[in-house]
């Protein structure tokens, strides 16, 4: 099985390196005087997922999801979807008093969350558990009538 929360450490991680390497506003890449570039948090993101191999789309989606919930403080995400975490994630990065320390401080919260939270349901963990985990054993296996059913009285 894959492991979705440690591909989304890695992948967050890497976000991390590129953003702490050099960061840019209103524009996705920019280049450098070294030959490297600088990256805006949602291109730090798709360059960190096409140079990791084992990049799936549930990891892209559960980083786009943390990187949301790490700039906007919101646990419940239900209402929009990842193009609007996508788009809320543009204008945080472009927003002119956002500052390089803002920005490599979203990442951490990010890979905090990512370590805090299950990779199955996202819920928090409790003492590295997760409520998932307990109730998983005792979830029946199929969803059709059971084995016994009562006679209907007549």
């Known amino acids: 099985m894959y492991d979705t929360q440690a591909g989304t450490r890695r992948v967050l991680r890497r976000v991390k390196a590129f953003?702490?390497?050099?960061?840019?506003?209103?524009?996705?890449?920019?280049?450098?005087r070294d030959g490297t570039y600088c990256y805006c948090l949602s291109a730090a993101l798709s360059e960190a997922c096409a140079r990791d191999d084992d990049c799936r789309p549930s990891v892209r989606h559960r980083a786009l999801l943390l990187l949301y919930r790490a700039?906007?403080?919101?646990a419940n995400t239900a209402g929009p979807g990842p193009m609007r975490w996508g788009n809320a994630i543009v204008l945080w990065n472009d927003h002119y008093k956002r500052t390089?320390?803002?920005v490599v401080q979203a990442v951490h919260k990010a890979i905090e969350l990512n370590d805090e939270h299950c990779s199955?349901?996202?819920?928090?963990?409790?003492?590295?558990t997760c409520v998932c985990d307990q109730i998983a054993p005792t979830t029946p296996t199929h969803y059709g009538p059971p084995d016994h059913v009562p006679a209907m009285p007549s």
């Open 19 to 32: 953003i702490e390497h050099g960061w840019t506003q209103c524009r996705s890449v920019a280049p450098k």
């Open 71 to 74: 700039i906007t403080g919101k």
């Open 100 to 102: 390089h320390e803002d």
């Open 120 to 128: 199955g349901c996202g819920a928090p963990k409790v003492g590295g």
